[in-house]
C-alpha cells in the first residue's frame, strides 16, 4: 500500500514537472507499467535462448544432445555449441559428425540426439576340435593306417577391445584354446594331429594314442598263413591248426591255443587255454590259465594256473599260486624264484625243476667282458695315434695326410665309444639276473609230491616221498614247503 502511494506521489510529481517544464514533455514515465515491461522483456528474451545439453548414458556406450527452448524464434546454436557441450560432458570418442551437424542445420530443439557412440568390446570364440573318429574309452578304433588325420585342432580367436565415448577401454575376453591330449602314436603338424604308425586309436586317461596293434576278429590256422605285425597283435578268436603268430610288439589272444606257434618281441597273453604249442616271448612274460604239453620261452616270467607237461625256460620266474596252482611233469628251467601251490601228483610223476641256473647269463657276462676288453683296445690304439698327431701339430710337422687320419681317427673313436654304452647296460643286467639267482627259492604252499627232481642253485634235491607241511633244505638248496 505505501508502495502504490510512492509511486502515485512520483506519478503526480512527474506530470507537474512536465506542466512547469514544457520541454520536458513526453519524458514522464508511469511507473506502473514499468515492472510489466520489464517481465515482457524477460519472457522474450528466455523464449530466443537456446539451451545445449549433452547426457552419458548410464553404460557410458551414448552422448545424447537435447537443445532446450521455449519459443520458435529461438536463437540460432552451431555444430561447434554441440561439440562444445560434449567436450564439457566428458565426450572425447566415438562423435558422429554427421548427426551433430544435421541438428545444427535442422535446429533441431527439444529433441535427444545420439550424438556420440561407443565401440563394444567383442569377445574371442574358444577354440574346438574336429575329430573325425568317434572314440571313447570303452570304444576303440582298430585298425588306423599310418598318417591318417585323426584331429583338426581349430585355433581361437582373439577378441577385440573396446572404448566408452569417454575414451576408456573396454577390455575384451580372449577365447581359449581347445585342449587335445596327445599320447604316443601321434604327431602334431600345424593344427591337425596324425597317426604316426598303423595301430588302434584308443583314449586313455584322457589322451587320444595310437597303440602299435593289429586287430583280428578272426581265427588264425594254417590256412591263414603267417600272421606278422610289427606291434601288438590282438586276435578276438582262437590260434590253432597249425597257426602261425609273429609280433614286434605284444600278442594277446582271445581265446584258445592249440598245436600253434606264437612269437613276440614282448608278452603274450593267452585268455583261454593253450595245449600241444609253442610260446616264446623273447623280452616279456607269458601269462595264461592252464598250459598243457607247451614249449614256453620267456624272458621275462611265466604266470598261470597250471603248467601240466610243459617245457619252460624263463628268466624271472614262475607264479603259479592261483586257482589250481599246479606244476606237474615236464622240465623247468628258471633263474628266478617258482612260486606254486603243489608240484607233482599223487601218481607222482616225474617233475623237473631247476631253479638258479645262471650259465647261460654268466657265459654271456663273459662274452661281452671280451667284446669290452677289444674295443678298449682298440680305443687305447686310436688315442696313440691321436696323440702323436698332436705333437706333430704342436711342432709343425703335420701333413695333410695326418690332419685328414686325424679327422677319421675322432670319428671311429666316437663310434667305438657309443658301441661300448649298449654292452655296458647289458652287463648291468645280467649280473643283477646272476645275483638274483643265486638266491632263487622254490615256495609250494601244499605239497612236494614224490617223483620231484629238484636242483636249486646248482645242488639237486631228489623226493621219493611226499613232503607235506614240511620244510626241506639240503646242501645248500632253497626248497620251501609251507
Same mark, same amino acid.
Given at each position: 500500500m505505501e508502495e502504490d502511494l510512492e509511486k502515485l506521489d512520483a506519478l503526480f510529481d512527474s506530470i507537474l514537472d512536465e506542466i512547469i517544464h514544457p520541454e520536458k514533455a513526453g519524458t514522464y514515465r508511469n511507473p506502473f507499467l514499468e515492472k510489466t515491461e520489464k517481465k515482457s522483456r524477460i519472457t522474450e528474451l528466455a523464449q530466443s535462448v537456446s539451451v545445449v545439453m549433452v547426457n552419458v548414458t548410464p553404460d557410458k556406450m551414448k552422448a545424447v544432445c537435447t537443445v532446450m527452448t521455449q519459443g520458435e524464434q529461438h536463437k540460432p546454436f552451431t555444430?561447434?555449441?554441440?561439440?562444445?557441450? *560434449? %567436450?564439457?560432458?566428458?565426450?572425447f570418442y566415438g562423435m558422429d559428425d554427421t548427426a551433430v551437424f544435421k541438428m545444427a542445420a535442422e535446429q533441431t530443439v527439444n529433441t535427444e540426439v545420439v550424438i556420440a557412440s561407443g565401440l563394444p568390446a567383442v569377445n574371442g570364440t574358444d577354440g574346438s576340435l574336429h575329430l573325425r573318429f568317434d572314440v571313447t574309452e570303452e570304444k576303440p578304433v582298430p585298425n588306423i593306417p599310418k598318417d591318417t588325420e585323426i584331429c583338426h585342432i581349430v585355433s581361437p580367436k582373439l577378441g577385440r577391445d573396446g572404448m566408452d565415448v569417454y575414451g =576408456?577401454?573396454?577390455?575384451?575376453v580372449n577365447g581359449k584354446p581347445a585342449e587335445f591330449?596327445?599320447?604316443?602314436?601321434?604327431?602334431k603338424k600345424g593344427t591337425r594331429v596324425y597317426a604316426a604308425r598303423d595301430g588302434k586309436l584308443i583314449l586313455r586317461d584322457g589322451k587320444y594314442c595310437v597303440t602299435d596293434e593289429l586287430v583280428i576278429d578272426k581265427n588264425i590256422d594254417q590256412s591263414t598263413g603267417i600272421v606278422g605285425y610289427g606291434g601288438t597283435i590282438i586276435i578276438n578268436g582262437n590260434v590253432s591248426g597249425r597257426g602261425i603268430v609273429r609280433a614286434g610288439g605284444s600278442v594277446i589272444v582271445n581265446g584258445v591255443v592249440s598245436n600253434a606257434?606264437?612269437?613276440a618281441e614282448e608278452n603274450i597273453v593267452i585268455e583261454g587255454r593253450s595245449n600241444d604249442c609253442s610260446l616264446s616271448a623273447k623280452g616279456g612274460d607269458v601269462r595264461g %590259465?592252464? #598250459?598243457?604239453?607247451?614249449t614256453i620261452v620267456a624272458g621275462g616270467k611265466v604266470e598261470a594256473s597250471v603248467l601240466q607237461n610243459c617245457m619252460i625256460k624263463c628268466v624271472n620266474g614262475i607264479e603259479c599260486s592261483t586257482g589250481f596252482g599246479r606244476i606237474a611233469g615236464g622240465e623247468i628251467y628258471s633263474v628266478g624264484d617258482v612260486n606254486c601251490l603243489t608240484v607233482g601228483s599223487r601218481e607222482h610223476i616225474e617233475t623237473h625243476i631247476t631253479l638258479?641256473? =645262471? !650259465?647261460? #647269463? %654268466?657265459n654271456e657276462i663273459e662274452r661281452l667282458e671280451k667284446q669290452m676288453a677289444q674295443l678298449d683296445t682298440e680305443i687305447a690304439k686310436i688315442n696313440?695315434?691321436?696323440?702323436?698327431?698332436?705333437?706333430?701339430e704342436k711342432l709343425g710337422t703335420a701333413t695333410l695326410d695326418d690332419e685328414g687320419f686325424l679327422e677319421a681317427a675322432i670319428r671311429v673313436? !666316437?663310434?667305438?665309444? *657309443?658301441?661300448?654304452?649298449p654292452l655296458t647296460e647289458k652287463m648291468k643286467k645280467f649280473r643283477s639276473i646272476v645275483e638274483r639267482s643265486k638266491k632263487s627259492t622254490l615256495r609250494a604252499k601244499t605239497m612236494i609230491y614224490g617223483g620231484a627232481i629238484l636242483k636249486v642253485c646248482g645242488h639237486t634235491q631228489i623226493l621219493n616221498s611226499d613232503r607235506a607241511h614240511a620244510t626241506v633244505y639240503s646242501n645248500g638248496t632253497n626248497i620251501v614247503v609251507t
Open positions: 555444430a561447434d555449441d554441440i561439440k562444445k557441450a *560434449a %567436450s564439457a560432458a566428458g565426450v =576408456h577401454i573396454l577390455p575384451a591330449g596327445i599320447g604316443e602314436g601321434l604327431y606257434v606264437i612269437e %590259465s592252464e #598250459f598243457e604239453e607247451a638258479g641256473d =645262471h !650259465t647261460e #647269463f %654268466s696313440d695315434q691321436v696323440n702323436d698327431i698332436r705333437e706333430k673313436r !666316437t663310434q667305438k665309444l *657309443a658301441d661300448k654304452h
